[in-house]
């Protein structure tokens, strides 16, 4: 059912990703604070007081950490697909300082990257086809960017290209429970409606993985610690620039879930 890249609205769901991500106005939105552009991981902060901009900031750094610990932690490269403004690769090479890609669809994107982690190296490039040569990465992560992109199965065949035969692959987002999901989320969250983030359901993406060569896929939910989190910093906003709450809806009914979805390359696989 999912087999296919998606296709329908293509049109909208491109001018939509423009829309978001080349003006920077998304990351100037209360919801959102130092640079990062994700839900958070709110695991370790506290949700029954009030929350300051350092918890929000201190909730999108620690989805950085929760897939950061998922790889291997010697690598020596690693490339980011998805990478917004930067501040993910900033805290990719504290934690591992070697060499450090990114990669993201938008000029603009890219341009505040090179701002934000001068020692990093970015390219603008799609998922679907990465700038980069076979086998030049040992890691290879995402964070909130594979909601984003239009053909998973592409997605995953660069992941393995890129790849050195044992390297290690983690992405996280959310991800559609199954097919069915699609029309009730469309009809809860305007950035489904819109074709800014697509329904992609979360077997179809471990499928496509596998079908790339992967071996270990495996998905791990994390929304405990998403979407609870990301409702109370809601709640607490100001009114008017006030996200969308049906995201804790949404989960609560089973349509989706945030997951951590891992794999590696097999070690005797051609670079
Ligand atoms: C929600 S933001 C996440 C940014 C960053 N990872 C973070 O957590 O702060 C998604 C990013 O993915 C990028 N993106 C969307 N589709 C893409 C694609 N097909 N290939 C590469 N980047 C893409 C967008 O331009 C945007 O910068």
Redesign the pocket.
């Given at each position: 059912m999912d087999h296919a890249p998606w296709t329908g609205h293509r049109t909208d769901h491109r001018t939509e990703?423009r829309r978001a991500?080349a003006g920077g106005k998304l990351t100037e939105l209360p919801v959102f604070a130092g640079g990062?552009?994700?839900f958070g991981f709110w695991r370790a902060i506290p949700l029954d007081g009030p929350l300051t901009a350092e918890d929000r900031v201190a909730s999108?750094a620690a989805?950085y950490d929760l897939v950061l610990d998922a790889l291997s932690p010697t690598g020596r490269s690693t490339l980011?697909?998805?990478?917004?403004?930067g501040?993910?690769a900033r805290r990719t090479l504290l934690r591992s300082p070697a060499r450090c890609a990114g990669?993201?669809?938008?000029p603009e994107?890219v341009e505040r990257a090179r701002a934000a982690a001068p020692d990093a190296e970015f390219a603008v490039?799609?998922?679907?086809s990465l700038p980069f040569g076979d086998g030049e990465f040992e890691r290879l992560l995402s964070?909130?960017?594979a909601q984003?992109?239009?053909d998973l199965g592409a997605f995953a065949r660069e992941a393995a290209r890129v790849l050195s035969p044992g390297g290690r692959l983690a992405v996280t987002t959310f991800f559609a429970a199954d097919a069915s999901a699609a029309p009730e989320l469309s009809r809860l969250l305007a950035t489904f409606a819109s074709g800014l983030d697509l329904p992609h359901p979360i077997g179809g993406f471990l499928d496509r993985l596998r079908e790339a060569g992967f071996d270990g896929v495996t998905a791990t939910s994390v929304g405990e610690h998403v979407w609870r989190g990301l409702d109370r910093w809601l709640e607490l906003g100001p009114a008017p620039e006030r996200w969308d709450r049906n995201w804790l809806v949404a989960a609560e009914r089973g349509l989706l879930d945030y997951h951590l979805v891992t794999a590696t390359k097999p070690a005797g696989s051609g670079a």
């Open positions: 990703l991500y990062f552009i994700n999108q989805l980011e697909v998805g990478c917004g403004q501040v993910g990669v993201d669809q938008e994107q490039g799609s998922a679907g964070v909130e960017a984003h992109f239009d």
